[in-house]
T-cell receptor, first 113, second 111 residues
Framework: DVKVTQSSRYLVKRTGEKVFLECVQD?????MFWYRQDPGLGLRLIYF???????EKGDIPEGYSVSREKKERFSLILESASTNQTSMYLC????????????FGPGTRLTVT | QKEVEQNSGPLSVPEGAIASLNCTYS??????FFWYRQYSGKSPELIMS??SNGDKEDGRFTAQLNKASQYVSLLIRDSQPSDSATYLC???????????WGLGTSLAVNP
């Protein structure tokens, strides 16, 4: 079974803090994704990576950056957290190039106060 | 703009009935179609993948794909209260690594 883990289930941070969310997958998947999910807005793609050190912006990259130094790990960074970044953050992975589905981690509920 | 549309619901069915969830997509070259289930506060979980026209059955779940009409549906037979969740439709187009997501349909199965 594919296993995707995320560093925290719940996280509370203060406005202006730098926040790191980490995601690890154990299936040697090439592609990894970061989404945020908000009521009424659905899943929105922040960034994705198709290889180590490679990344592409998704639909809402502003205020976020990412890092992929190793194939199994994909980190999302909030450079200066703001209250409008309070959300559920979901990481997903999928094998490269083909038509296979994405597999999700358990999610991190981030609250910025 | 490539889109995936679902009725938001809530769709309410009695226990034991068939629940029918529908999804339409705009891009004719879409190739891969997925249904995910998401319980409140949890992450999406893959239920079904379908790639060619017709029906695909897995236990109580049947996915139906009609590329000519650009819709994909999910039937849940013998619905159970534990099926109460939001169901997300996702579509992959061409060589794009990304999925296009619908907003989901909320299903309530009443005992």
């Amino acid at each position: 079974d594919v296993k995707v883990t995320q560093s925290s289930r719940y996280l509370v941070k203060r406005t202006g803090e730098k926040v790191f969310l980490e995601c690890v997958q154990d299936m040697d998947h090439e592609n990894m994704f970061w989404y945020r999910q908000d009521p009424g807005l659905g899943l929105r793609l922040i960034y994705f990576s198709y290889d180590v050190k490679m990344k592409e912006k998704g639909d809402i990259p502003e205020g976020y950056s990412v890092s992929r130094e190793k194939k199994e790990r994909f980190s999302l960074i909030l450079e200066s957290a703001s209250t409008n970044q309070t959300s559920m953050y979901l990481c997903a992975s999928t094998p490269g190039g083909g038509a296979l589905p994405q597999y999700f981690g358990p999610g991190t509920r981030l609250t910025v106060t | 703009q490539k889109e995936v549309e679902q009725n938001s619901g809530p769709l309410s069915v009695p226990e034991g009935a068939i629940a029918s969830l529908n999804c339409t997509y705009s891009d004719r070259v879409s190739q891969s179609f997925f249904w995910y289930r998401q319980y409140s506060g949890k992450s999406p979980e893959l239920i079904m993948s379908i790639y060619s026209n017709g029906d695909k059955e897995d236990g109580r779940f049947t996915a139906q794909l009609n590329k000519a009409s650009q819709y994909v549906s999910l039937l849940i037979r013998d619905s159970q209260p534990s099926d109460s969740a939001t169901y997300l439709c996702a579509v992959k187009t061409g060589n794009n690594r990304k999925l296009i997501w619908g907003l989901g349909t909320s299903l309530a199965v009443n005992p």
